[in-house]
């Protein structure tokens, strides 16, 4: 193959000053992994089952709603977990109500029935599927709202990536990658925050009570089932702030909620003649009118604005309103600033936990780098002195093999925009070290054809011939631990296991082919008789 | 020039030695194993938080110890590195659930606990210029109109071109932090920076003291995470193992796949023991090491296997045993240059390329020598011994056990 030597030079001049190109300048086509630069590795888990149960609860409002608009009696829709049990049914209606759970729950949940007591109950079991379906909408979304909130905090070049599975096969971890982040705590809180926003009407006449006793006492022992009660962290009337827990009682169905905003940015409350940090919103269509109907109709009572399960203000409604409001109850710009960009990139649909963080500031990165450089130069310069002191002109030959095969890694690495990390670097220096390998294989092969009595060329050719093989096969194994590296790692390890990848590969054509053009223009051109090796 | 001329030994006949080296290699290691109670986990599998800082001055350990205890929890307080960088690192193990507000505002925990230990005579109005982000800076900076009082920003200059020359400033500034390993001793000695003159320089002494200490990196891992990762290590390391096997059977045969898999086996036990007997602690770059060292190792013991292949076409009359140590013989100078070559490029990462490496590095220079052993003394023999006892009467023609 590729007998004119000439052709051999073009293809190795091609493949060198390609991967020069596809490398140069290495500023630009190299892209440092966080643990060189900087930056701030997370890996999040986005809470599913918590969003399952809550739409399990759901369905089973709305099983009761069907139940009473055909009047089917029952004795209970009891919902739990990934199951809804439906008891009581008479035996009359059951053929019916089958018909009807199946018809309206069939494609979520598998109907079974049984007789008990005279009656029947059924039993929904949300499938496997919905439940896989639930779950990666959940990620998914919660992965895009993640992704809108990074960019308006304004990190530079972010990545997001499904990581991770449940029982069920999704992927329900995040891989949070972030350059040069001056303020991880910051970022940790943005990303965390659900930012679930409603407003409600506070109940006109229940006080704000230290405990939930208190405010049942209130009630003559039960809450009306309309309202809830729920933690107040807000001012009482421009009162200085209380430390004990406090509880009001609102209305449970909201106003509006986060989904009616177009838009919130931070401002300033100064309706007390104090400038207090504020956040203000302007409202769609349909929010101005549920917003504008309820502020009319109920001007001198309490709205609370509910972030997260936490009543954070409760303003009086002193006139109607229509598509903007104001939020108040912060403690500081910086934090409004915060919450705005969260309610402009809409809620979380489920709790996130962060379950994995690796920050690395950039002083530690730069040392990182120049060590790796530092240990890879020392290590170059002794294996090039080996090489020529124990090899003589075929080292160099050795050498200039070693320079291509770590130019076309370069160039490949380039090419893919692979990411150069800390271990990477490591890889970059082993490939060096293994690089030579190839070479010595050939040469002590080709040594020993001639102490058996070949001639130069007949010994370089059965050299090249039989340690071929020997080089592909060391370079598979070492591919297939390579492989598993990348199956194992994340981040800094895969790059590793890149950098090694390419590096064999690059090798093969080094050693094989780049190192047998210079000895076969020894052989052919310069007519050498005898070789330095 | 030759390192090895006409070697002819009869390594075949080294079987004990080889096996009480091995022995006592594999009793010495583990029997620290054993001792310890185990290996010693990073936070990468038992989970946990280890935050690593620079300081200004010599650590008092102990006064870190105490004053974190009180603030944050027990935590184990050492120095790694060079001495004079006076680095430190903090590790804390162990975290219950992933919700504890401890694991999630940790890192911030334990800055607030150092800042109230190691700066906590600096005045309350003014800011670490140690922790300071570029926008920080560049806004305070901004706010003090300190380049238009001296008349660098003209009056009518864009409001861009503000947020740009202000921006530029901070970079400076930063960078600078940076390359000193990110800790400005001294705000006065900005002053040979370009750009920062002095005006510039009380600007930033009014808003800013140097801090005595600087954040490297944190690093917090979930126990989920962790546990996660010890299954995932486990399986990587058996599975490469039996992609191995895999592999030297089909190009060779399945009693050369045998030996070189017991070859890379005895290796990575051994070199297990000797990190534990030497007081390294397995963390994830560690099994990076290892399974790279599953690849690499490897290659040796393929080179014998292909003179042995070589060599029972060439020379049918002799034994198995004259064919193995022929073999041996005929290849250990290249055994040892690949190897040796390869060492030196470890050993020099292991030399110079810093703490995080450490570990990584460290596998893969034990574990080359023991590989490059462990080709000659395991591989070859217990293949001889597999053929010999369990080979089927075909095998027992092409390999003639006399």
């Given at each position: 193959m590729f007998k004119s030597l000439k052709v051999r030079y073009i293809i190795i001049l091609i493949v060198c000053a390609g991967s020069a190109y596809l490398f140069y300048p290495p500023k630009e086509k190299i892209n440092f992994g966080l643990d060189l630069k900087g930056g701030m590795h997370l890996v999040l888990e986005v809470k599913t089952d918590k969003v399952i149960r809550a739409e399990v609860q759901q369905y089973g409002e709305r099983i009761k709603r069907l139940l009473e608009e055909n009047k089917t009696a029952y004795t209970q829709v009891l919902a739990e977990d990934t199951k809804i049990t439906l008891s009581g049914v008479p035996e009359a209606q059951s053929e019916a109500t089958r018909k009807n759970l199946k018809d309206f729950f069939g494609h979520y949940f598998d109907v079974s029935s049984k007789y008990e007591g005279g009656a029947v109950s059924f039993t929904l079991d949300l499938t496997a599927a919905a439940v896989r379906d639930l779950e990666q909408t959940t990620v998914q979304s919660s992965r895009d709202t993640l992704e809108r909130r990074i960019d308006a905090y304004g990190v530079a070049e972010p990545t997001l990536q499904l990581f991770g599975s449940t029982e069920s096969g999704t992927s329900n971890q995040i891989i949070v990658e972030l350059p040069g982040v001056e303020n991880p705590e910051e970022v940790k809180t943005l990303l965390k925050e659900t930012a679930s926003l409603s407003l409600n009407l506070v109940h006109p006449t229940a006080p704000y009570a230290a405990s939930l006793d208190a405010i049942s006492q209130f009630f003559g022992g039960q809450i009306p089932a309309d309202h809830a009660a729920v933690l107040y962290t807000g001012d009482y009337s421009g009162e200085a702030r209380e430390q004990e827990k406090r509880y009001i009682v609102v209305q449970k169905a909201p106003v509006i909620t986060g989904k009616h905003l177009t838009n919130a940015r931070a401002s300033q409350d100064s309706s007390l003649g104090l400038s207090r940090p504020a956040v203000s919103f302007t409202l769609n269509s349909e929010g101005a009118r549920l917003f504008g109907d309820a502020t009319e109709a109920n001007q001198g009572r309490q709205l609370a604005i509910i972030l997260d399960d936490k009543a954070i203000s409760a303003p009086r409604i002193e006139a109607k309103i229509t598509d903007s409001g104001i939020i108040t109850g912060i403690d500081s710009a910086r934090e409004s600033q915060l919450l705005a960009l969260s309610l402009r990139s809409g809620a979380l649909p489920a709790d996130i936990v962060i379950l994995e963080e690796r920050t690395v500031g950039p002083s530690l990165g730069l040392e990182s780098i120049r060590q790796g450089v530092n240990a890879g130069l020392l290590g170059l310069a002794l294996i090039v002195l080996f090489m020529v002191f124990y090899y003589r002109l075929s080292g160099l030959n050795a050498i200039l093999c070693l320079i291509i095969n770590v130019v076309i890694l370069l160039g490949v690495m380039g090419y893919f925009r692979a990411t150069l990390t800390l271990p990477g670097i490591a890889g970059i220096i082993l490939t060096i070290g293994m690089a030579v390998d190839s070479n010595v294989l050939i040469f002590e092969r080709i040594r020993e054809e001639l102490r058996w009595g070949k001639t130069v060329a007949a010994a370089v050719d059965a050299g090249f011939a039989r340690a071929s093989w020997t080089i592909f096969d060391a370079n598979v194994t070492t591919l297939i631990s390579a492989a598993f590296l990348y199956q194992f790692g994340t981040g800094p390890i895969r790059g590793f296991a890149v950098t090694l990848t390419f590096g064999l590969l690059a090798n093969l054509f080094a050693a094989i082919f780049a190192s047998r053009t210079i000895f076969n223009t020894l052989l052919q051109q310069v007519q050498i008789k005898k070789l330095s090796i | 020039m030759e390192l090895f001329k006409n070697v002819n030994v009869d390594w075949m006949s080294k079987k004990w030695l080889f096996l009480s080296a091995s022995l006592i290699l594999l009793v010495a290691g583990w029997a620290s194993v054993i001792q310890r109670g185990g290996f010693s986990y990073s936070i990468d599998f038992t989970g946990g938080t280890l935050v690593k800082i620079k300081l200004a001055q010599k650590p008092d350990l102990d006064g870190l110890r105490t004053a974190l205890r009180q603030s944050v929890g027990a935590a184990d307080v050492t120095r790694f590195d060079a001495e004079e960088k006076n680095l430190v690192q903090i590790r804390m193990k162990k975290i219950?659930?992933?919700?504890?507000a401890s694991f999630q505002n940790l890192g911030q925990n334990i800055y607030s606990a150092l800042h109230g230990i190691l700066d906590k005579d600096q005045p309350t109005g003014k800011q670490d210029l140690n922790r300071v982000g570029i926008d920080q800076l560049a806004a305070v900076l901004r706010a003090s109109r300190v380049l238009e009082n001296m008349g660098?920003?003209?009056?009518?200059?864009t409001i861009e071109e503000t947020q740009r020359v202000y921006r530029d400033l901070a970079v400076t500034i930063v960078d600078h932090r940076t390359e000193q390993g990110g800790l400005i001793a001294d705000i006065d000695r900005l002053g040979s920076l370009p750009g920062i003159s002095n005006p510039v320089l009380s600007v930033l002494r009014q808003n800013y003291y140097p801090g005595s200490f600087t954040v490297l990196s944190v690093d917090s891992v979930g126990p989920k995470i962790g546990k996660e990762l010890q299954d995932k290590a486990g399986k990587a390391v058996l599975f490469s193992l039996l992609g191995m096997l895999v592999y030297v059977a089909l190009r060779f045969k399945f009693a050369f796949g045998v030996g070189a898999v017991a070859a890379l086996f005895h290796d990575v036990i051994i070199a297990l023991g000797l990190m534990s007997l030497l007081g390294k602690e397995i963390s994830l770059i560690v099994v990076a090491g290892f399974l790279t060292l599953v690849g690499y190792s490897i290659n040796d013991t393929i080179v014998v296997f292909d003179r042995i292949r070589e060599n029972i076409k060439l020379n049918r009359a002799d034994t198995f045993l004259t064919i193995i140590n022929k073999s041996i013989n005929q290849t250990i100078s290249r055994t040892v240059i690949t190897s040796g070559l390869t060492f030196i490029s470890v050993f020099c990462l292991w030399l110079l390329g810093g703490e995080t490496l450490d570990g990584f590095s460290f596998v893969l220079v034990i574990g080359i020598i023991i590989g490059t052993y462990s080709s000659i003394a395991v591989a070859s023999p217990l293949t001889y011994y597999w053929l010999k006892l369990l080979g089927t009467k075909k095998e027992k023609k092409v390999y003639k056990f006399a």
């Open positions: - | 219950e659930t992933e919700e504890t660098r920003l003209t009056a009518n200059a």
